[in-house]
């Protein structure tokens, strides 16, 4: 390469053995014969007799890799197949010197392009790209460049490897899961072998909609263990093969642990205190308990609400309470628990109020119901005149209009909608824009083929008509996303789930995992940034959609077992699922602006008034205000309202020139376990 680059650190590198740097990269797992390229940038891969620079333009990633004029000296890639199959590789270098400058390209050892020519391409700061096509084993594959000549390799910046895998054909669901040797802490779950073509080679055991274990492909028993007595799991499994073909969902079965031997409570906790009082947080400590096996747990109450569980072996005797709400009075105490499920007395209370609020934007200040007798409302959005919103229901598939007053009345049905007898059904509901002359209004539902993105005509009075504006977006019983939402572009906005197979979120030609963005004619939005649906990928199970005052777009997104999200969506990035799950340090992934334990959030939908964020909580059975920092991109102090007051929170919206929210509940579902007619619809108020 150039000589001007080398310096003489640069030359003693080049003496130096092979410097492997950290290789943290995502592999798209096809779903269908060909799948979506993935990138592996130069400078992460192994390098010798060469180094990673940036004093030219135009490269991907960090930087390039510049390596020695010499013979010999070599870059080489992990890359990583999850089939057998033809991999095309393209390689982005610049040669801006008259020398052509060849290297062998080998895979596994082998050489697959002998001396293969990397031409001129007029300076160091223009890029081309030279293909070749070759085998690629299952797994793990080193690709290595290697300069055949003294005048050493051309700048490398990166790989993009596309493998297309003969196996498209998924493996039959599995059947007839049952429960066996059933323990206070333990079962046996068993199941029909499901087939496939080439080879099932694993088992995704889900309790509700998350993982719960895994299986090799030639086992048809599972051991779980770690379980809670008195306990009912709801299990299901899908199958899945080297090529990363998913199954369908296998039946449901419901099995239930028997209550504990272990009758016997911990001691109370001993004296409880709190500390540190800020506006959104308060330290507090209490003497440990005592219990004939272990205590497991302490829990900090107010009355029956759950604000924090402190988790160990012992759990810890103080913790940092956070997401108060400003100026607002609270009484607390701590309960332990042991494994069983015994509870202790509770210790003395501390009662506190947290100081006066010091933030702009407001805070809620009243709650009323507007209206009740609902049965799971998921999507809500208004009407332009801000005098009515339309109001889907998730499992009756009914519409309703919805007035401030409290009246409710139905305006239709969407047709073909069908249950998922989980997550799916009718879910978020859209108002074109130009609603007053064209009438429009959309919707997504689950369907007999998958999820679907539907127009409809609503003259204010009735739906009518019906057309299917996009389909081809897999469903399953869990993860099917669901939000609409309109941009300030005037382009519509779909969040989408990656129906219990994760691998379908990294992969930028499937509709699953995404954020998706299109006209009002179905068709994809010009500008996006891979040529089709996708706006942004790497999502598990996005259901909250917002955009605030600099025409930003917000997201929230259920975790699996760690983490939940709210991120702040540009076109293009990858957040990340299932490589990463909350924040992480991967290459290429985009990391969320706030995270919480699933335990305090289970976000469904967001609303934006007065620049802040307010994020309705199913699991965490709570309100979240999320301030946004004057017009950056940083977020403030979350802070919780409503804890366990109202049940599962689902949707919240704006309503239109009020500092107002409308808020729902879904504690009809199939977690909630209420009976129909149990939901509400709130009026929040914020001053």
């Known amino acids: 390469m150039q000589l001007a680059t080398l310096t003489t650190s640069r030359r003693t590198a080049a003496a130096l053995t092979a410097v492997l740097l950290c290789t943290a990269l995502v592999q798209a797992v096809p779903q269908q014969a060909a799948a979506a390229a993935t990138r592996y940038e130069a400078e992460s891969a192994t390098i010798v007799e060469g180094a990673a620079e940036s004093n030219h333009s135009g490269y991907s990633g960090t930087g390039f890799v ?80 290697t300069s055949t000549t003294a005048n050493g390799l051309p700048n490398l910046d990166y790989l993009d490897v596309t493998v297309t895998s003969s196996d498209t054909e998924a493996p039959t669901a599995p059947t007839a899961p049952s429960c066996s040797e059933i323990t206070e802490n333990s079962l046996t779950l068993s199941w029909g072998a499901a087939t496939d073509d080439v080879g099932v080679v694993a088992y995704d055991i889900y309790e509700h909609g998350n993982k719960f274990g895994e299986a090799p492909g030639t086992a048809t028993t599972k051991n779980l263990t770690g379980l809670s007595a008195d306990t009912t799991y709801n299990l299901t499994l899908f199958a899945r093969d080297a090529a990363g073909n998913v199954s369908s969902v296998s039946p449901v079965v419901d099995c239930t642990t028997p209550k504990s031997d272990d009758t016997t409570a911990p001691s109370a906790p001993g004296t409880l205190s709190a500390s540190g009082l800020t506006v959104h947080s308060v330290a507090l400590s209490w003497g440990a308990s005592t219990d004939d096996k272990a205590v497991t747990a302490y829990e900090v109450r107010s009355g029956s609400t759950v604000y924090k569980t402190v988790t160990g072996a012992p759990p810890a005797t103080t913790t940092t309470l ?59 959005h208004w009407m332009p005149d801000g005098k009515t919103a339309l109001v889907t229901e998730r499992d009756s598939f009914k519409v309703f209009k919805a007035t401030p007053g409290g009246t409710r009345t139905q305006v239709g049905t969407v047709p073909e909608a069908v249950t998922t007898d989980g997550e799916g059904g009718l879910l978020g509901v859209a108002v074109d824009p130009k609603w007053s002359a064209n009438h429009y209004v959309y919707f997504m539902h689950t369907a007999s083929e998958g999820n679907r993105v539907a127009r409809m005509t609503y003259d204010g009075t009735s739906l009518s008509g019906y057309k299917v504006l996009l389909q081809g977006i897999k469903k399953s019983r869990y993860h099917n996303g669901g939000r609409l939402a309109f941009g300030p572009d005037g382009y519509l906005y779909a969040s989408t789930g990656e129906a219990q197979t994760p691998d379908l979120a990294q992969d930028k030609n499937s509709l699953n995992g995404k954020i998706l963005r299109m006209t009002t004619d179905g068709k994809a939005a010009p500008g996006n940034p891979f040529g089709n649906y996708v706006y942004s990928y790497g999502h598990r199970n996005p259901q909250g959609l917002a955009f ?121 579902d199939n977690k909630g376990n209420e009976p129909d007619g149990s939901d509400k619809l709130f009026r929040v108020s914020i001053t």
């Open 322 to 380: 956070t997401g108060l709400a400003c100026a607002s009075p609270y009484s607390l105490d701590v309960v332990a628990k042991d494994a069983a499920g015994n509870a202790s007395p509770p210790s003395n209370t501390v009662a506190f109020t947290t100081p006066a609020c010091t933030t702009d934007g407001g805070v809620p200040s009243g709650i009323t119901t507007v209206s009740s007798g609902w049965s799971v409302p998921w999507g809500i």
């Open 548 to 668: 605030d005052r600099n025409g930003r777009l917000w997201e929230a997104e259920f975790g699996d077992s760690k983490k939940d999200e709210l991120n702040l969506i540009k076109p293009g990035k990858n957040y990340g699922w299932p490589v990463c799950e909350g924040t992480c340090t991967t290459t290429g992934m985009t990391n969320p602006k706030k995270t919480w334990n699933i335990s305090e959030a289970s976000p469904s939908g967001i609303a934006i008034v007065r620049n802040v964020i307010y994020m309705a909580a199913l699991k965490g059975e709570r309100l979240w205000r999320v301030p946004i920092t004057g017009d950056t991109e940083e977020l403030g102090t979350p802070s919780a309202y409503y804890v366990g007051t109202y049940g599962r929170l689902r949707t919240v919206t704006e309503v239109p020139g009020q500092d107002q929210l409308w808020l729902s509940t879904t504690n009809c």
């Open 66 to 145: 510049n390596g020695d004029n010499v013979v010999g000296s070599y870059v080489e890639f992990t890359v990583t197949a999850a089939s057998a199959g033809t991999g095309k590789i393209a390689v982005r270098y610049s040669n801006g010197t008259a020398d052509a400058r060849p290297a062998d390209v080998a895979v596994g050892g082998t050489v697959v392009s002998a001396a293969r020519a990397f031409n001129a391409t007029t300076d160091w700061n223009t890029w081309a790209t030279s293909t070749l096509t070759t085998p690629l084993k299952a797994g793990s594959n080193k690709i290595r460049l």
